[in-house]
């Protein structure tokens, strides 16, 4: 369960969202446009950054650059 422990290791790099234009899935609530997030995971299609929450959440690579 090593995605427990995310939050506090360092931070990957840094992404800034360019839309929430989601398809299937509400992001709106949890990122915003123009604001920087720090990555703490990144698989191949997913970035797994600290959002609008606080917490950890696993968002599709399209809405960052």
């Not at 995605?3 to 990122?31: E, G, M, Q, R, Y």
């Not at 299609?45 to 960052?64: A, S």
């Amino acid at each position: 369960m090593i995605h427990t422990n995310w939050a506090v290791k360092p931070t990957i790099k840094t992404v800034t969202c360019i839309h929430t234009d989601a398809k299937k899935f509400l992001v709106s609530n949890v990122l915003t446009v123009g604001n920087t997030y720090e990555v703490k995971n990144e698989t191949e299609e997913f970035l797994f950054v600290i959002d609008n929450t606080g917490k950890v959440g696993g968002y599709y690579k399209e809405y960052f650059q």
